[in-house]
């Protein structure tokens, strides 16, 4: 012990200060208080308790007069009621009001409610209003109207956004903490488009508030001539139906079978829908009373429908797949998820994943998108393209260009306009891909491959059967070619372009062989080149379809009638220098040579000449 007190100072005695002693005194005096408060809440709601159970609830039918009078004050409607029972559930006190009406402004009957059972919830008490721990009515018929206005009346109560007694009343609904409904009849009556009126049947929904966020779910019976039973779900946030422009939520539609075109009577649809039927699952997002988002899982058949009004009417034997469209600020989102179909004429189009994503210019860019597919068709897609909403410049291109063949695992990403973009990346396969030639651009048939380019250079990479290349501002006639292999890079700097031939191999009936080489552009000239190639096989007598444009002219059709036979299995080719100077007339500022080792030539020099032979 002497040890430690060498290490460590003594203990000092501590005085309690008045600090100290108060702290020590104020718990057992807030101990009380707190005690003595429960104690006489707890007496409070004892005697409310009794209060109610043995004076008010006995008598609760003699109030139903004043009870009507109230609700009619408070939602500025008139209210009857035909009886009030009261009961107890636990400690909760239970109200059952029956044959409630209520009546819209022209003293029509908007909702009549057969039956309401309502379980009161005590934190009516600190609330000061009338709060239900459930709410259960049954039977009820809700009468909902559109005027020639274009106002909504639900029960009599205009959604006009006005904070009207009318809106109080829906609000007080909304604090309610669960309300369900039971059997439920509702009628649509639209006068704004002169409908029939239509009743939904069997009708249950759930409610369950908490604050401003509130779920719901229903379930209804349309005719059957129109629909199966529909399934709605909800989830919606906002305060006050005075401010319904400011909510926002997402909603959940499901039909298992449905006559769409055939509720175009009451629902007007953007685009003109015949005819068409089948299933329906949908998915709604709004915000701030804008449609923001929305995905739907279609199956329909017999579908007839028009996408615009100077469009020629699209006519589907079946549709299916999942299809969804975004809006974001400027910009919008359009995917397919499986989406195929196929046209009453046959032309069929395989499911296929797709999106399209264009942003809007903003503060920070300057637009841009995104397209990404997992395959297309293209000939179906290009006969379809009459039908849809395109521009006449692309619908003129894909008329004039005629694509073909399959892409897969396309991904395209761009900055700025699509058509002139700042940045942009590509990449993707094809597969039998075929173009018609129109003006520059060359044209080919069954050419298979991938794709992966940038506005900073790319790679190409080829391997094709039966493919055919047409380039007529190269060679005189296409040419067929048994099979084509070839990887070529690229490379752009300064407004320039670079271009590797890193191998091209080919062959068809006329010749085999391969080329490597370099080109690179230079300004507004053709560029220059170097070029070596070799010829595995050959056959002269066809030696004039290949030989380019720019060479020979003169000799074009001395060429294609002097080599009669000959074979090689050796030939060269040197091609180095500016394009512009091309053929190097006297070996000057380039190289262009050709060797070939021939066997079995036969050579027909001129008409009244003897043929030259090995």
């Not at 709605?232 to 926002?248: E, H, K, M, Q, S």
């Not at 590797?500 to 062989?513: D, E, K, P, Q, T």
Request: avoid cysteine.
């Amino acid at each position: 012990m002497s040890q430690y007190r060498i290490f460590s100072p003594p203990r000092q005695k501590k005085t309690a200060s008045g600090g100290d002693r108060w702290r020590a005194v104020a718990p057992l005096w807030l101990y009380r208080v707190l005690t003595w408060s429960v104690l006489a809440i707890g007496l409070a709601f004892a005697a409310a308790v009794i209060v109610l159970r043995h004076w008010v609830m006995p008598e609760i039918e003699s109030y139903r007069d004043d009870i009507a009078r109230i609700i009619s004050e408070r939602t500025r409607q008139k209210v009857t009621i035909g009886a009030v029972h009261a009961q107890w559930e636990g400690l909760r006190p239970q109200l059952v009001l029956e044959h409630v009406t209520v009546y819209d402004a022209a003293g029509r009957p908007a909702l009549e409610l057969p039956r309401i059972d309502s379980t009161l919830s005590w934190w009516s008490v600190p609330a000061l209003e009338l709060r239900a721990h459930a709410l259960d009515i049954y039977r009820p018929r809700l009468n909902i109207r559109r005027d020639a206005r274009d106002v909504v009346s639900i029960a009599g109560v205009e959604l006009d956004g006005g904070g009207g007694g009318g809106n109080d009343f829906v609000d007080s609904l909304l604090r309610q903490r669960e309300i369900e409904v039971h059997d439920a009849t509702i009628i649509w009556n639209d006068e704004l488009r002169q409908a029939p009126q239509l009743e939904l049947t069997s009708v249950h929904l759930h409610v369950v508030n908490s604050g401003g966020r509130h779920l719901f779910g229903l379930r209804a019976t349309p005719p059957q001539a129109l629909a199966a039973p529909l399934d709605v779900r909800g989830d919606l946030r906002g305060g006050t139906i005075a401010a319904l422009a400011d909510w926002n939520g997402k909603l959940y539609l499901e039909l298992a079978y449905a006559d769409i075109a055939a509720w175009r009577t009451w629902v007007e649809f953007p685009i003109e829908f015949p005819r068409g039927a089948g299933a329906l699952r949908a998915w709604f997002t709004f915000s701030r009373d804008r449609l923001v988002e929305a995905v739907a899982d279609v199956r329909l058949t017999g579908v007839i429908t028009r996408l615009g009004a100077d469009l020629p009417q699209l006519d589907l034997s079946h549709l299916s797949g999942r299809v969804g469209w975004k809006q974001s600020g400027e910009g919008f989102e359009v995917s397919t998820l499986r989406l195929g179909l196929t046209t009453t004429g046959g032309l069929k189009l395989p499911p296929a994943d797709f999106l399209l994503r264009v942003n809007g210019p903003g503060a920070r860019q300057q637009g841009g998108g995104e397209l990404r597919a997992s395959a297309l068709e293209l000939a179906p897609l290009v006969a379809l393209a009459d039908h849809l909403p395109l521009g006449q410049e692309t619908r003129k291109q894909l008329a004039d260009y005629s694509p073909k063949g399959s892409l897969r695992e396309v991904a395209v990403r761009w900055s700025g306009d699509w058509s002139d973009p700042h940045q942009y990346s590509a990449r993707g396969r094809f597969q039998r891909l075929s173009l018609n030639r129109s003006g520059r651009i060359p044209g080919f048939t069954g050419i298979s491959g991938t794709l992966e380019a940038s506005e900073r250079g790319g790679t190409l990479f080829l391997k094709s059967q039966q493919a055919t290349v047409d380039m007529p501002l190269v060679f005189r006639d296409p040419h067929a070619l048994d099979a084509l292999a070839a990887q070529v890079s690229w490379s752009r700097s300064g407004g320039e372009t670079e271009l590797w031939i890193n191998n091209v191999a080919f062959s068809n009936a006329h010749l085999a062989g391969s080329v490597f080489g370099i080109y690179r552009t230079a300004g507004a000239t053709s560029g220059s080149i170097d070029l070596t190639g070799r010829l595995t096989r050959a056959d002269a007598r066809f030696v004039g379809r290949y030989i380019p444009l720019v060479v020979a002219r003169k000799a074009r059709d001395w060429l294609d009638a002097a080599f009669i036979a000959g074979r090689s299995s050796n030939v060269t080719l040197r091609l180095k220098g500016k394009l512009d100077e091309f053929p190097f007339s006297g070996g000057r500022d380039g190289v262009f040579q050709v060797t070939a080792r021939v066997s079995d030539g036969v050579l027909h020099y001129a008409d009244g000449w003897p043929d030259i032979t090995n």
